[in-house]
Each structure stands twice: as C-alpha cells, then as structure tokens.
C-alpha cells in the first residue's frame, strides 16, 4: 500500500476527486475512481467519493495499492491484416475484437501483442504498455492504425496527430436520417458524469468536431461518411448519439437491439476506412484505405434488401 499526504493546490479547487487525483498523480481516470471508490481519498480527514468536489488548500490524503505493470503479451491475431510495412511504420486493418495496446482489465488480443507476434520491432517511446501507439480505436471499432517503429516516426507521429495534420475518415451505419444529410457536429466531449466507462456532450469538455455526409440512405439507417478534426475517446459514436442517430449495434450508447439482430451485429457499424498523413521520413503524403470486413459488409446487403 502506497500513502501520499498533501495540502491540495489551489488549481484544482472545485475539480471531482477522479479527475483531480489522476492530474494530481498521474494515475488514469479509472484508476483513480477506483482509488475513491475503495475510500482511499479523504479531504481534511473526511473520505471522499469520486464524483466529490476537491477544495483547494485542504489537506488530502491518498491511499492505493500499486498495480503490477502491463506488458505486451505476444498472441497473434489471425485476421490482423498489415497494410503497410517499412523501417519506420506499420499501418495494420485492426479487426473488432482487439485492443490498440493492453489495458487494465483487459485480457484479449492487442494491436502491439499481435506485432510482437509477428516479430515486428516497434518504438520504445511513450508508456511501455503503449510503446509505439501514437493512436487507437475501440476494441469493438476495426480499420486502419499505423504504429511508429522509430523513435523519430512516433515522435513525428504523434505531433502530427496532436496538431490534426492526419486525415483520418470513418464510415458509420446510424439509426434514421441525419438531418441535415451532411453537416458538422461541434461539441465538447468530457467523462459522462454517471458512468466511468462512457463519455458524453459536457459542458467544460473537450473541444470535439466531427464532419459527416450521408453515402446511402436506408429504410431506416444511413451509411455516413465521417471526417475527424480532433480524436476524442468514443468521438464519433457520441456525436452522432448525441443526435438522436447512435452508431447501430452501439448497445452502450443507446442503438436499438432490434435493428443490431436483424442485421446479425455484435459490435458497433463503424470502421477507419482511410488514413493519410506525411510520411516522416520521406514527408511524402501517403493515403492508406481498408475495405469493410464481413460482419460490416453483411449488415450493409441485409439494409439495402430491406
């Protein structure tokens, strides 16, 4: 068990305990809302809930047991498909089903796993459970992701996805029919304030912006094609959630079961379909695209036959 002891800074005065204490240490946001949720935070003595204000100057005490440290387990991933591969990076079609790196509490296949694998020899830069990763999709999302082999790839990598000089496009199925059929959504992303696993349209969020027009429409779904400006966690299924038009087959942010059975899904219709960026080390722009897998492709004829 590890102990801290401190007066709390001012800054973080009126900020909720998870995310005060993980700014404040470093921990994620899951893990400091499970530090509270054990009753390890406690503010002038009294313990305090993650959702809880902190009040700057007040003495906090922090108590936690230490995780054990992730590592990349090599397990090969079958349907892994690499796109692109050369001295400085491997762009790969991630499938459903598998992680960008290793988390706490997950235990399938990963992205880096799946290299280490296949013998790849990624970038060592960045956290060790994450060396390499300069983006990432949601298990249940599939496409295009390029990994950094070099240190200079990630570090290139990484700025040009900070300063949004990567184009990344998605197609998505939603319920219904935007309206308007193509439009921009711009709206702060933040942690939903009753679910540690969820996000949300919150006030004091994120700045999130998200481009969309609409390719096919259906009885009662759309296919969209979807232009990121920023890459917020869950970006896309929010957004469009957020309008009434949840990714179909997104159970956690509201899809109807009924359209996801009748269409024989099991995750989210979304999926990276291109990606383009410049090179970093030719500065060449190069452009990478990845035809939709078979559930995604099956759920699309049994719209069109409807």
């Given at each position: 068990?590890?102990?801290?002891?401190?007066?709390?800074?001012?800054?973080?005065?009126?900020?909720?305990?998870?995310?005060?204490?993980?700014?404040?240490?470093?921990?994620?946001?899951?893990?400091?809302?499970?530090?509270?949720?054990?009753?390890?935070?406690?503010?002038?003595?009294?313990?305090?809930?993650?959702?809880?204000?902190?009040?700057?100057?007040?003495?906090?005490?922090?108590?936690?047991?230490?995780?054990?440290?992730?590592?990349?387990?090599?397990?090969?991933?079958?349907?892994?498909?690499?796109?692109?591969?050369?001295?400085?990076?491997?762009?790969?079609?991630?499938?459903?089903?598998?992680?960008?790196?290793?988390?706490?509490?997950?235990t399938g296949p990963t992205v880096l796993g799946a290299l280490s694998a296949a013998g790849y020899r990624i970038?060592?830069?960045?956290?060790?459970?994450?060396?390499?990763?300069?983006?990432?999709?949601?298990?249940?999302?599939?496409?295009?992701?390029?990994?950094?082999?070099?240190?200079?790839?990630?570090?290139?990598?990484?700025?040009?996805?900070?300063?949004?000089?990567?184009e990344k496009i998605y197609h998505a199925v939603v319920q219904g029919h935007p309206d308007p059929l193509a439009?921009?959504?711009?709206?702060?992303?933040?942690?939903?304030?009753?679910?540690?696993?969820?996000?949300?349209?919150?006030?004091?969020?994120?700045?999130?912006i998200t481009h969309y027009e609409t390719l096919e429409a259906f009885r009662s779904a759309s296919l969209l094609?979807?232009?990121?400006?920023?890459?917020?966690?869950?970006?896309?299924?929010?957004?469009?959630?957020?309008?009434?038009?949840?990714?179909?087959?997104?159970?956690?942010?509201?899809?109807?079961?009924?359209?996801?059975?009748?269409?024989?899904?099991?995750?989210?219709?979304?999926?990276?379909?291109?990606?383009?960026?410049?090179?970093?080390?030719?500065?060449?722009?190069?452009?990478?695209?990845?035809?939709?897998?078979?559930?995604?492709?099956?759920?699309?004829?049994?719209?069109?036959?409807?």
């Amino acid at each position: 068990m590890e102990t801290r002891s401190l007066p709390l800074p001012d800054g973080l005065d009126g900020v909720r305990v998870d995310a005060g204490i993980a700014k404040l240490f470093g921990f994620s946001r899951s893990f400091a809302a499970e530090v509270a949720e054990a009753g390890g935070v406690a503010l002038n003595g009294a313990v305090v809930g993650k959702s809880d204000r902190l009040h700057g100057g007040a003495w906090l005490e922090v108590n936690w047991q230490p995780r054990e440290a992730l590592t990349i387990v090599p397990i090969p991933v079958p349907n892994l498909t690499i796109v692109h591969d050369d001295e400085s990076i491997v762009v790969v079609n991630k499938p459903s089903g598998v992680a960008a790196h290793p988390s706490v509490g997950w235990t399938g296949p990963t992205v880096l796993g799946a290299l280490s694998a296949a013998g790849y020899r990624i970038a060592t830069s960045g956290a060790a459970e994450r060396a390499g990763i300069v983006h990432r999709l949601d298990v249940g999302t599939s496409g295009l992701m390029v990994v950094a082999k070099s240190e200079a790839a990630y570090t290139a990598l990484k700025r040009a996805f900070h300063d949004r000089e990567v184009e990344k496009i998605y197609h998505a199925v939603v319920q219904g029919h935007p309206d308007p059929l193509a439009g921009t959504i711009d709206a702060p992303l933040g942690r939903h304030p009753r679910s540690d696993w969820k996000f949300a349209v919150v006030a004091g969020g994120k700045d999130s912006i998200t481009h969309y027009e609409t390719l096919e429409a259906f009885r009662s779904a759309s296919l969209l094609e979807v232009h990121l400006e920023t890459g917020r966690t869950h970006q896309i299924r929010v957004h469009m959630a957020a309008q009434r038009h949840p990714c179909v087959g997104d159970a956690m942010y509201g899809a109807d079961p009924s359209i996801t059975a009748r269409l024989g899904l099991t995750r989210q219709w979304l999926h990276a379909k291109q990606l383009a960026f410049s090179h970093p080390d030719s500065r060449e722009w190069v452009t990478f695209n990845a035809d939709y897998p078979a559930d995604l492709a099956h759920a699309l004829d049994v719209l069109r036959d409807a």
